[in-house]
């Protein structure tokens, strides 16, 4: 009998792995998501598990619109948004509709290293820019530009991830947003804005979407179930103007599959329609806002002064740089020996670099747990 | 409030829909899903909603390869199965991952017309391979691989469906399908074998998959629970050598998401480890038998002996050939206007041709409805 793993996760003895931005198992909604399978099926009845429309099933894109309109100050015409498998599958889609082999795609550095691996698939050649602790830098952004027209060459599009940033989790300063999205209109380059971390903010509301700020077609905003609710319903959505929007509703793998993941749109909806989701965003913001506290607070008894690290609005992540000098992969066994384990930062610098910094995630593990991780990692730094 | 459509299906008052080959609804699994759903949260808890392995969830590789093994006599090495979200979505990763743009894809003629739009969404060059009533001809194919190599071109792939085809309802023969596999080994071109109507076998076992039959690396073979349990839950699986199913499988895409669709793969598995699999094809077959049967009895009693048709083993097709000179596409609106609806044959033609021929959908509708869309029909042709 084939024997192979149900989930992603691998834990090993003894280790407490940073490594991994999952959630807490705890904190995904297992009776919630019980019930509102059900009250979908009663619901819908077949519907729920029949082809959905292209764009999304229509109850939940209702859903959504109202509550953007709420949130952001700006409604989603009925074109620009549409239902998506999360933000990597609606990434991979824009990759393989909008872009073509060889494009260039700008990537903040540090960046989500998982997005770099989609759109090395496609296969684009991605250009890092640099980012300090208020996001990416928008001046060296706009004389790469000008560096790739002098040489006839012209961005295709930037990835982005500009609230509670995966790795790092700094936020785009407003002012650079606000630059951000006229510079992109006038260079007409694509903003692919992943915003999967907007849920999850600890210290007040999160800064505005760079979708809510720009003009139509230019960010195509990706947002995802996968924090807020659970990964597994592989769900997000995407608001984006009517060209980039209508050209994936448009597509062939659309209209062959009927939408993607429509039972579990349905599902998500039934969620939704109760006032579950509001109390569940409010859980998430209590319990990871504790774990981000407590690593800090953990990190600040227990790691040298020679160490920095950033104070993460929201998100899973905080970004850890070690002194000068230090190599965070070749540390990496010696804190497993340890029992504790990261991401080295140099996963994150698709264009090098970054040997000195670490990825740490507090999602996963309780509180006392990354107390304790802090403690290892201190006596191996 | 937003109001967009929930499903796919668009019915029009007073018109028999044999465009849609959707299923009935009153055939949809509800009761044994919502079973299913329940099942899968109690028994996998949080593990259900986390992300899932790249590879798909090992329990239901584990169900899968068990029940290849029974009832294809070739069990899937551990590397050489994987979930997919589907026909469509498969067959997109595949065009992502191990094509190129502008790279030859081949198309049997007539081939399902929305596959034509994945295949030119990536965007590959289409080139159609007759076919007649026992399926491909092979002859045809190895002269336009020779010719193509006469100009230092060769495919890259060959898209079909050898069993219970869309639209014609035809199966490849056993001769041909040996051909077929022996003659893509000898040339390196990947046989993309969209295998997704396999359990709807009305007249004794289907034939067997190409996968089965071919060296590794040769096939890869698409299957879905689409037509067997529901398309709402937008999931597959693939059988394929380890170097194409590895490169799928150690995408950034499925590293990213924690493979496709991670809650509907258990949730599917809790439905298949009851008896409730078995039951459930056995009604199919019961249920779209009687339909397939009280279709072409309506058709041999009110088309004109002019019209010519296929007598599908399976899958939700019939093929039907009007006279020379007579149009599908021209003649709809007044089919429409009778009461009927079909899909012109033109749509599955990519290189043109086949304009006196139609599809008809037996799938949607109860046999009393089937036949009064075949009095309707012979009454416009």
């Known amino acids: 009998m084939l024997d192979l793993p149900t989930i992603q996760l691998i834990r090993r003895p003894g280790i407490i792995e940073l490594g991994w931005g999952h959630p ?19 619901r819908w009845g077949a519907d729920a598990l029949n082809y959905g429309a292209d764009q999304g099933a229509g109850p939940l894109l209702a859903w959504l ?12 015409h009925p074109d620009e948004i549409m239902i998506t498998g999360g933000v990597s599958q609606a990434l991979d889609q824009i990759c393989t509709l909008c872009t073509q082999p060889g494009d260039i795609a700008l990537v903040e550095s540090p960046t ?6 989609i759109l090395r698939d496609h296969p684009l050649e ?51 947003r606000a630059a951000l999205v006229a510079l992109a ?18 210290d007040g509301p999160p800064p505005p979407s760079l979708w809510s700020l720009a003009p139509p077609d230019t960010v195509a905003r990706l947002a995802s179930f996968a924090k807020s609710l659970a990964p597994g319903v592989r769900l997000g959505w995407l608001t984006a103007g009517p060209r980039i929007a209508g050209r994936l509703i448009g597509s062939g793998l659309l209209d062959s599959g009927g939408g993607v993941n429509h039972f579990t749109s349905l599902m ?41 690290w950033t104070t993460p609005g929201g998100g899973f992540f905080v970004w ?22 990261y991401l080295p930062g140099a996963l994150f610098h698709s264009g090098g670099g970054g040997a000195n910094t670490l990825r740490l995630a507090f999602s996963l593990y309780d509180p006392d747990e990354l107390i304790e991780a802090a403690r290892r990692l201190g006596r191996v730094v």
């Open 24 to 42: 807490n198992a705890a904190l995904l909604p297992v009776d919630g998501m019980r019930q509102a399978a059900a009250q979908a099926l009663d």
């Open 268 to 308: 998500v909806t039934a969620f939704c329609a109760s006032a579950q989701y509001d109390q569940q965003i409010a859980r998430l913001r209590t319990a990871y806002r504790t774990r981000r506290d407590t690593l800090l607070a953990g990190m600040a008894a227990h790691l040298p002064p020679s160490c920095t």
């Open 126 to 176: 991605l250009l890092s820019i640099p980012a300090d602790e208020h996001g990416l830098r928008i001046d060296a952004l706009a004389e790469i530009i000008a560096e790739l027209r002098r040489t006839g060459r012209r961005p295709r599009l930037l990835y982005c991830v500009p609230t509670f940033h995966n790795p790092t989790g700094a936020s785009l300063q407003a002012e650079r």
């Open 112 to 117: 989500y290293h998982l997005a770099i691996r």
């Open 320 to 341: 850890v740089r070690l002194p000068e000098g230090m190599d965070a992969a070749a540390l990496l066994p010696r804190a497993e020996a340890a029992g504790v384990a």
């Open 65 to 76: 619109s109202e509550r953007i309109a709420r949130t952001e100050g700006r409604a989603p």
């Open 185 to 202: 209109a006038a260079e007409q380059m694509l903003i692919i804005e992943d915003d999967v971390y907007r849920e999850l903010s600890y």
